[in-house]
């Protein structure tokens, strides 16, 4: 299986993870992604029919925490850091749409 | 002897008799770290206050003879991806430049809690994305063994700090081999612990199911110590392992007559430099004349680790680096924005580097409709037969021995064009990952007049052996205690 | 013109009731925050290295509405993450599950039946399986329930929003059916009793105003007869029942004239404009949809185990459902008015409670409590668990009416009473000189005072008017504050109108 990620790929996937993008990164990134790609179909020579995922192998399971409330960060010690804030709240331009 | 070349046991045992105080010894290496990392650039953020600050503390401590741990009083350098309360954690990107973090790290807890005294941050690959610190979002951190070269990555600056003698251990953390490749390339001792045993809480996520904290030290020994006050179960992250640390120096001082080492056939294939080979195949004579049985094993999966580790990588790395969209932290590039989406945008597309946004992209596609058995699921199953390939080879050895790249460490440029080929400088330290094993690195050797590192790769939580086996090798030789200095 | 029917399934969205948040120590309680953004730590404000770790009594609500929806709990469940971009999401994700949900395959039968089609097939979807009875309703299939956390709030300004993390991060129990219900009447019949079974249960509110239950419907429609599925539309963040019903009813009624004009309908999600009554499509973008789910790295997966869930099971308590059937048994109501009062637990609560201590038949404490008190809360917006009244007193008070102690115009001014002050009815009748009077002489006095003042109204009755009668009643219960015994009030005015009629 060969397959050649173009342009208009690298600019969906982009648009998927919110990456602002220029034509000529997106020309760039098409070739060096076909080659990743490429190497990565060398998984396919594996047979996995029977093998489950490992995914669902882990150091532990139900690690659980009690309902307790515990004390919550000062809120200008958290704003320290927020680019805009306004009332208490911290501000970001309209958003439109839904998400 | 100079104070920046001391192991953690001999400037401990300084501090205890008084000889020296932490202040001066802190002193001593803030200046050090001053005069020298102009040309190095290990430190993304050299700390003086709080250097000096904890040092004084421990000093208290040791007066009072209170509550002294052998890291009292130590100072000790972090991989600027561990989250330090006040102290600036850039993860080398442009994208958290300015970011100082409103809370510690587990680690950071930790290591403050035993009285050790942080000099300051390192220089990595931005996101811990890359092989050599060639991709570090801010600047390029050289080899102290030769300035045109790289130190590896990602913790490429931990390692360096090391080397150079900036501190007395180094906290780096490796995703796939980012403390040993970088341990040698720079002639460091440094552990990948089992994925779980150090807690990951205020580390600024790579791959969530690979990343584990470890230390760089002088020699197995102190590696040891360090992570002995580390591990351990954090109820934050729920990911960590609840079964009690073992006392890693318990076993280190017994001989290792009769153990079992394995070498996976695998690992030793056309493309390997020379110099390195040999200093690998030293080190398997060496075991042999400790009276060690040398067993050939077979992990036959290998060349299928560096896909399923970079595949899973891309998808959890992609995710985990969506928050950094510009709102409540970090860059926020907003010109013009008409809509919240515009700060989306624009923020990531300045705030990384191309690394991180071929990596983000990659994974995003990988998961994205339609590919995801194909990729992301293909390559979980595959992890599985990496694993099982650990468990297999471990039913008949104790440890298995590899090198930790087949190269020594490359100059500054040669493989940044191309992605793939840095991706490829991994090939010995990425299987550990997603097979949660881990992983001691050790000097064994110079090809060219350039450190060749190998590594102990043992069961999972088995510590204990990988210190014991490495600690043995290290009462023979001699190549951990050269440095660029001395050399 | 072609039949249609609409095919609707719902998604509800509840918040659970926990001290605190899904993955962190933060309080829950978002709504009683002194002041935005102070219920906010590392974890749910997504900054960078926090980590998730899982609220072990939102994962025993969550069960417990498994086990009371019929579902299988599923032993082996994972949390994974949902990817998204959006300021209300601080990680960029959402966690959630997947492909291992906590709960699936339940369902809920409801009364309302599916008029038009037979149930669809499908695993517990036969007819046999619908609830006996004639006329009786249909099973609405629970496809899953999973478990995530909700988002922060957002409060849009005109050129900016602002964030509000208190809420981001509190357990969310997502409770998804197959799309089994074909009227907007179905629809709205499951989403009472499910909001009823989580008000039971103690998992939420069910206010509903304040957000805590979230609706989602997901309509399609097609020619009665067909068993195709056409393209559906979605209908995002219904927060009430009447958003609810006019939203899905006016999206099948925009489907049904699309069709009928020739055209398609297009997978989207729609908003719900409250204010035009109009569904609005929200989002076109073709990237929307891929969240590109992955199991959450930062958390192990949950292995409930039999034992646990077994235990889980034991504190169901009687759901609205068995105690409807138990109180129609039990104390003889008609279906519809055990239903009116299991309806609410406290409700019931308060009924039962009021029976017991009652030497009434429960029917008249049912019509007492169906009609004057729950007038009265509702005038006074009043939460049953908020009433005042205890139910002896309420018992002591229907008591008096039964064995006529006091006629029902002075039970009403007692129970006002009773709710406004307080205090005991008996010691209420004798201060108020309450007491109902049968004496013929005193009521004679007062009919014949009645007539004798009122020529004209005698004249107009004895001319045929007899509505008249209603009136004079009137007199004389406001002349003897609501004392004389109204029985013998009308055989002695009916007496004296006849004598005057000779």
Request: aromatic share 8%; proline share 5%; hydrophobic share 35%.
């Amino acid at each position: 299986m060969t397959q050649t990620i173009d342009t208009k790929t690298v600019k969906h996937v982009a648009a998927l993870a919110r990456l602002g993008i220029t034509d000529e990164e997106a020309e760039k990134f098409s070739g060096q992604f076909s080659a990743i790609i490429e190497y990565f179909n060398m998984l396919n020579e594996v047979d996995t029919d029977n093998v489950p995922p490992a995914s669902d192998i882990a150091n532990a399971e139900n690690i659980l925490r009690e309902d307790d409330v515990q004390p919550s960060m000062n809120r200008e010690e958290f704003f320290k850091n927020a680019p805009k804030t306004e009332r208490g709240y911290v501000k970001v331009p309209t958003v439109l749409g839904d998400e | 002897m100079q104070l920046h070349n001391l192991t953690i046991r001999a400037a401990s045992e300084m501090l205890a008799s008084k000889k020296i105080s932490s202040v001066e010894l802190t002193q001593a290496t803030l200046q050090r770290a001053h005069e020298v990392d102009s040309k190095i650039q290990a430190y993304v953020t050299i700390a003086d206050d709080v250097a000096l600050e904890q040092a004084k503390q421990a000093d208290e401590r040791i007066a009072k003879g209170e509550n002294i741990t052998p890291l009292t009083g130590i100072p000790f350098s972090m991989k600027d991806a561990i989250s330090t309360r006040g102290v600036r954690t850039t993860c080398s990107s442009k994208i958290l430049e300015n970011y100082v973090p409103q809370y510690n790290a587990t680690v950071t807890d930790k290591l403050a809690d035993a009285g050790a005294v942080l000099i300051g941050k390192t220089n990595m690959d931005e996101f811990g994305m890359g092989s050599s610190c060639e991709n570090s979002g801010l600047f390029n951190t050289r080899n102290p063994w030769d300035l045109d070269r790289v130190p590896g990555g990602s913790s490429g600056g931990a390692a360096a700090s090391m080397s150079a003698g900036l501190c007395n251990f180094a906290i780096g953390e490796d995703t796939g081999g980012s403390v040993r490749m970088p341990a040698g390339f720079c002639n460091v001792t440094g552990i990948k612990p089992t994925y779980g045993r150090v807690s990951r809480y205020g580390l600024i996520a790579l791959a969530s199911s690979f990343d584990s904290i470890g230390p760089m030290t002088r020699d197995a020994y102190d590696c040891a110590t360090v992570l002995q006050y580390i591990a351990g179960h954090d109820p934050k992250d729920s990911t960590s392992y609840k079964i009690q640390v073992t006392n890693y120096h318990e076993n280190i001082n017994k001989p290792v007559k009769g153990m079992k080492l394995g070498i996976p056939k695998e690992y030793f294939v056309a493309g390997m430099e020379v110099g390195v080979e040999s200093s690998i195949q030293e080190a398997i004579r060496t075991y042999e004349k400790l009276g060690m049985e040398v067993h050939e094993v077979s992990l036959p999966h290998t060349k299928y680790a560096l896909p399923v580790y970079y595949l899973l990588l891309f998808a959890e790395a992609s995710s985990n680096l969506a928050r950094f969209d510009g709102t409540r932290f970090g860059l926020s590039v907003s010109k013009d924005a008409k809509d919240v989406v515009d700060i989306y945008l624009q923020t990531r597309h300045e705030g990384f580097g191309d690394e991180v946004k071929r990596r983000i992209m990659l994974g995003a596609y990988a998961l994205s409709a339609g590919y995801y058995d194909a990729y992301y699921l293909k390559a979980q199953k595959v992890r599985t037969l990496l694993r099982q390939d650990f468990e297999n080879a471990f039913n008949s050895v104790d440890v298995l021995l590899a090198p930790t790249c087949p190269t020594t460490a490359f100059k500054l440029g040669e493989k940044t064009s191309d992605p793939l080929e840095m991706y490829l400088s991994d090939i010995y330290v990425v299987a550990t990952n997603p097979a949660g094993v881990p992983g001691l690195a050790l000097p064994c050797g110079f090809s060219n007049n350039m450190p060749v590192g190998m590594q102990l790769i043992g069961k999972h939580l088995d510590e204990q052996t990988l210190f014991q086996v490495g600690h043995a090798y290290q009462q023979v030789t001699d190549w951990h205690k050269q440095n660029p200095g001395n050399r | 013109m072609t039949q249609y029917e609409a095919i609707i399934g719902l998604e509800i969205h509840a918040e659970m009731l926990t001290n605190s948040k899904m993955f962190c120590g933060c309080s829950a309680a978002y709504a009683s925050a002194p002041e935005p953004n102070t219920y906010i730590c590392p974890v749910c404000t997504g900054l960078p290295g926090a980590m998730p770790v899982v609220n072990k009594k939102a994962v025993e609500l969550a069960t417990l509405v498994g086990l009371a929806l019929n579902c299988t709990i599923n032993e082996h469940n994972t949390f994974a993450r949902k990817n998204y971009y959006y300021p209300d999401l601080p990680k960029g994700y959402q966690i959630s599950q997947y492909e291992l949900p906590i709960a699936s395959k339940g369902y809920l039968d409801i009364d309302t039946p599916s008029p038009l089609a037979p149930l669809p097939k499908g695993e517990g979807n036969d007819d046999s399986l619908r609830p006996a009875g004639e006329g009786s309703g249909m099973r609405v299939t629970i496809r899953r329930a999973h478990i995530e956390e909700d988002t922060a709030k957002l409060a849009h300004e005109k050129n900016s929003a602002l964030v509000d993390f208190n809420r981001a991060g509190v357990p969310l129990l997502e409770i998804v059916t197959e799309p089994d219900m074909r009227t907007v009447e179905a629809a709205l019949d499951y989403a009472t009793k499910i909001r009823a079974i989580l008000r039971y249960l103690g998992v939420n509110t069910g206010d509903m105003e304040t957000g805590v239950l979230r609706f989602e419907a997901n309509i399609s429609v097609r020619p009665v007869g067909s068993e195709e599925l056409r393209t559906r539309t979605e209908i995002k963040n219904l927060n009430s029942f009447r958003a609810l019903t006019r939203a899905s009813a006016y999206e099948i009624e925009r489907q049904i004239k699309v069709y009928e004009n020739g055209g398609i309908i297009v997978q989207e999600t729609l908003g719900w404009d409250d204010v035009r009554e109009v569904t609005v499509s929200q989002r076109g973008k073709e990237d929307a949809h891929d969240y590109r789910y992955f199991p959450e790295p930062d958390l192990p997966p949950l292995r409930l185990d039999r034992a646990w869930i077994e235990s889980i099971r034991a504190q169901l308590p009687e759901l609205p459902e068995a105690k409807t059937q138990r109180f129609v048994t039990q104390f003889e109501l008609k279906e519809k008015e055990a239903r009116f009062l299991t309806s609410e637990k406290a409700l019931a609560d308060y009924f039962e409670g009021v029976v017991s201590k009652s030497k009434s038949p429960a029917k008249t404490v049912h019509s007492w409590i169906a009609g004057e008190f729950m007038r009265y809360i509702n005038d006074a917006s009043m939460d049953v668990k908020d009433v005042p009244v205890a139910p002896e007193s309420f018992a002591k008070l229907i008591d008096m009416i039964t064995d006529k102690t006091i006629g029902a115009s002075a039970g009403k001014t007692i129970l006002t009473e009773l709710f406004t002050n307080g205090g005991d009815p008996a010691q209420i009748v004798k201060e108020k000189n309450l007491a109902q009077v049968s004496d013929e002489g005193f009521i004679l006095e007062v009919v014949t005072k009645i007539l004798n003042d009122n020529p004209k109204e005698v004249e107009q009755y004895l001319a045929g008017k007899e509505t008249i009668l209603q009136w004079m009643m009137g007199q004389i219960a406001r002349t003897t504050k609501g004392k004389a015994d109204p029985n013998v009030a009308r055989e002695l005015l009916l007496k004296l109108l006849e004598e005057r009629r000779k």
